[in-house]
């Protein structure tokens, strides 16, 4: 284990559904980042967390939508969500935002849309 | 727009090979490389290089940064099957809350 943990593992989940992504990390972090990782394509970043409060949302659609609700723990919310999101959804935390050495990341959450 | 391109995309070699993989980048105020080893899911922290050739060593794992010519190779010496994964080569840049990151090399080694 990383020090960051995600639930679920993995998720199948209808184009209708609503279900929501979990990480949490006790590292003592200030800063937690979403990141989406799709075959053979680099990660994307979608969401940063500095202190609890939402520093950047990198042009990600409204079916997505993040939580954080304090330093540990970060949320993602989805809903109506299409084929294509299929993909692995990272969870990464940092000591301080754009903090020098390195995020920790989460085993992630195998994500398919069907 | 800043890039990070990585390269080869995949590669399959043996046991007891020597691989170099590349990671080339164009970073407006570049601050630092960073490899990772991405076996399962969750990438995990290999190296971080600020300065050009200074050369970072952990054990059969080394990497090298070139900043005048903009990339570092991660060269991995008698290969080993726990040496499969993909390895991600990452950039983070002064002016910017986050590492962009390249599309990473998948190594496969074979027996």
């Known amino acids: 284990e990383t020090g960051v943990t995600q639930t679920p593992r993995h998720l199948v989940m209808g184009m209708t559904n609503k279900k929501s992504l979990k990480c949490e990390q006790h590292?003592?972090?200030?800063?937690m980042y979403w990141y989406k990782q799709s075959a053979k394509k680099p990660l994307e970043l979608m969401f940063v967390?500095?202190?609890?409060?939402?520093?950047e949302n990198n042009s990600v659609p409204s079916r997505f939508s993040p939580e954080c609700p304090n330093s540990s723990h970060l949320f993602l919310h989805l809903h109506t969500l299409q084929p294509e999101d299929s993909a692995l959804y990272l969870c990464?935390?940092?000591?301080?935002?754009?903090?020098?050495?390195?995020?920790?990341f989460g085993s992630g959450t195998r994500l398919t849309v069907v | 727009e800043d890039k990070v391109v990585q390269s080869p995309l995949s590669l399959v070699v043996h046991e007891g090979d020597t691989v170099t993989l590349n990671c080339s980048y164009e970073?407006?105020?570049?601050?630092?490389l960073l490899w990772y080893k991405q076996e399962k899911k969750a990438p995990t922290f290999l190296f971080m290089l600020?300065?050009?050739?200074i050369e970072k060593k952990s054990g059969r794992l080394s990497s090298i940064l070139d900043k005048k010519e903009l990339f570092s190779i991660l060269n991995i010496t008698a290969t080993q099957t726990g040496d499969s994964a993909i390895y991600l080569c990452?950039?983070?840049?002064?002016?910017?809350?986050?590492?962009?990151f390249g599309a990473g090399t998948r190594l496969t080694v074979k027996p």
């Open positions: 970073v407006t105020n570049f601050r630092s």
């Open positions: 990464a935390s940092s000591q301080d935002l754009g903090s020098q050495g390195g995020y920790t």
């Open positions: 590292l003592g972090h200030n800063a």
């Open positions: 600020t300065s050009s050739g």
């Open positions: 990452a950039v983070e840049a002064y002016n910017n809350n986050d590492m962009r």
């Open positions: 967390y500095n202190f609890k409060e939402q520093t």
